[in-house]
């Protein structure tokens, strides 16, 4: 059996985390970090805001920040479209 790195395409490990751009409901997010071992995507109530502030239902789940200190999130937002590239669109729910 024989492997053949030109047919590959470089991935990263999935513990980096990646910082990006991206575009949702016409608002430009900056330094947006896109982590796939993360269990749980975080945005701040200035962000929130900056959008226009989108419906969010009430959360069951505790969050524990970095520090250890443990928190109760305002709520989720049922449905996120994300633009990302000016390409693909990606429903994030």
Known sequence: MAF?????KPRL??????????LSRGTRILRTVVYEGASTCVMSLSCWRALGSPEIVPSPTMLKAFDRH???PYGIIPSFPVELGG???????
């Open 70 to 72: 443990s928190f109760k």
């Open 13 to 22: 490990p999935h513990y980096a985390a990646i910082q990006m751009k991206v």
């Open 4 to 8: 053949y790195l030109d047919d590959c």
């Open 87 to 93: 390409k693909d669109r990606i429903r994030i729910s």
